[in-house]
């Protein structure tokens, strides 16, 4: 059983910062990928952010320069730094992980969101 869980999510004005963190937890060998999802009303969800459990990274051009992803290997959690917020980056915020149970078994897991809100 895996569970992924975000936090971080908020109301917060135009120019303004949110931290989203994203935790894995459960019996598992590792965690390779991690990723940030975005969905806004009415569109369908977008990769917005990525990090190989090496540290690689990268970001959407909608939101390259703004935002940025890190990740805790010990803690299996990754985090969404997000400034600069504009109102097109309203939306719900999910975390997809993937997750290796052994050396021939890997899965993808989501989480249920976490939804930011960005208007004055």
């Known amino acids: 059983q895996v569970q992924v869980v975000e936090s971080g999510g908020d109301l917060v004005q135009p120019g303004g910062s949110l931290r989203l963190s994203c935790a894995a937890s459960g019996s598992f060998l590792g965690v390779e990928a991690m990723e940030w999802y975005r969905q806004a009303a009415g569109k369908e969800r977008e990769l917005v952010a990525t990090?190989?459990?090496?540290?690689?990274?990268d970001t959407a051009d909608s939101v390259k320069g703004r935002f940025s992803i890190s990740r805790d290997n010990a803690k299996n959690m990754a985090f969404l730094q997000m400034d600069t917020l504009q109102p097109e980056d309203t939306a719900v915020y999910f975390c997809h992980v993937h997750v290796v149970h052994s050396p021939y078994y890997s899965m993808d897991y989501w989480g249920q969101g976490t939804l930011v809100t960005v208007s004055s």
């Open positions: 990090i190989s459990r090496t540290g690689t990274s």
